[in-house]
Nanobody
Framework: QVQLIESGGGLVQAGGSLRLSCVAS????????MGWFRQAPGKEREFVAA????????YYADSVKGRFTISRDNAKNTVYLQMNSLKPEDTAVYYC???????????????????WGQGTQVTVSS
């Protein structure tokens, strides 16, 4: 099992930036793809971004494409989510998760991910 700890959330004004980090421990971090999801109050958890094992392939939800960047540093067992041009609708708890898939596909489905972190709150004020 992999333990994941997110950090970097906070309160920011619209148009601002935040960088989230997710540190993994346990099994070999560099062996699997990682994803970021978010959940706003009263809404279902939704896919944000995913990255393959070596960072060579990424995929984004349309709502964040061009504003958010996912990256990873396998030497530090860490995946990042750089969030720019934040909007009030980006307000949510953000979670990182380890992909269960080993076929190279970057899935957007929650069921494709396991070992979720506890989440970090991002609040964007207008």
């Amino acid at each position: 099992q992999v333990q994941l700890i997110e950090s970097g959330g906070g309160l920011v004004q619209a148009g601002g930036s935040l960088r989230l980090s997710c540190v993994a421990s346990g099994r070999s971090f560099s062996s699997y793809a990682m994803g970021w999801f978010r959940q706003a109050p009263g809404k279902e958890r939704e896919f944000v971004a995913a990255i393959n094992w070596n960072g060579g392939n990424t995929y984004y939800a349309d709502s964040v494409k061009g504003r958010f960047t996912i990256s990873r540093d396998n030497a530090k067992n860490t995946v990042y989510l750089q969030m720019n041009s934040l909007k009030p609708e980006d307000t949510a708890v953000y979670y990182c998760a380890r992909s269960r898939r080993w076929d190279g596909v970057l899935s957007t489905a929650l069921v494709s991910y396991g070992d979720w972190g506890q989440g970090t709150q991002v609040t964007v004020s207008s």
